[in-house]
């Protein structure tokens, strides 16, 4: 199993930002660099959905979230960050990351975010 450390999250309002972090401490670059790691959500009485991912080659959003969200990868940080702009009340959910390596997935604990309209 590997160790996912989340950070970031929390309570805004509508229109704000937050910064969701994920790293994968104790990996090397050169099996990072092979890794898919992103952010699933889900909200109370909904399905997990995909938000954001990002590959060595791609990267890959939810359609609701394009232009507002940025995903990007710190291979020398072993670290995917989320950058969530413009959100909504939508937007709120407990925010998963999750890391896909060697075609094991992996599910960090989960972190809330909570917009307020």
């Known amino acids: 199993q590997v160790r996912l450390v989340e950070s970031g999250g929390g309570l805004v309002q509508a229109g704000g930002s937050l910064r969701l972090t994920c790293g994968a401490p104790g990996t090397i670059t050169s099996t990072f660099r092979g890794d898919t790691m992103g952010w699933y959500r889900q909200a109370p009485g909904k399905q997990r959905e995909l938000v954001a991912m990002?590959?060595?080659?791609?990267?890959e959003y939810a359609d609701s979230v394009k232009g507002r969200f940025t995903i990007s990868r710190d291979v020398n940080k072993k670290m995917v960050i989320l950058q969530m702009n413009s959100l909504r009340p939508e937007d709120s959910a407990v925010y998963y990351c999750?890391?896909?390596?060697?075609?094991?997935?992996?599910w960090g604990q989960g972190t809330q975010v909570t917009v307020s309209s």
């Open positions: 990002a590959s060595r080659e791609s990267i």
């Open positions: 999750n890391l896909v390596r060697y075609g094991q997935t992996h």
